[in-house]
């Protein structure tokens, strides 16, 4: 089984900046696309950015041009920059990625276990 090991996260004053990292652990799989999930209290979890293998990026509108999602495939981890924070991307974020495990035959969703981001105004 592959588990993603979230890593970043913390608390930061509105302009700032934080780098979330996610890195996959284990053996006899490929990752597909990775993707970056949040959820604030009260909402649902919204999707944030997607980096295909690739290197193709999506991103929500509402981090266009703020946020930066990044991978290494080589280390098997993918990042997310985020920059000029504002209060309301504070959530717990989720790193996300399709896997297909070789061994087993088969692809599936991985989730990390989220990092909580907070920022302050």
């Known amino acids: 089984q592959v588990q993603l090991v979230e890593s970043g996260g913390g608390s930061v004053q509105a302009g700032g900046s934080l780098r979330l990292s996610c890195a996959a652990a284990?053996?006899?799989?490929?990752?597909?696309?990775m993707n970056w999930y949040r959820q604030a209290p009260g909402k649902q979890r919204e999707l944030v950015a997607r980096i295909t293998t690739t290197g193709t990026t999506n991103y929500a509108d509402s981090v266009k041009g703020r946020f930066t999602i990044s991978r290494d495939n080589a280390k098997n981890t993918v990042y997310l920059q985020m920059d000029s924070l504002k209060s309301e991307d504070t959530a717990v974020y989720y790193c996300?990625?399709?896997?297909?495990?070789?061994?087993?035959?088969?692809?599936?969703?991985?989730w990390g276990q989220g990092t909580q981001v907070t920022v302050s105004s």
């Open positions: 996300n990625a399709v896997i297909f495990h070789t061994l087993a035959g088969r692809g599936y969703d991985a």
């Open positions: 284990g053996s006899g799989f490929s990752i597909y696309d």
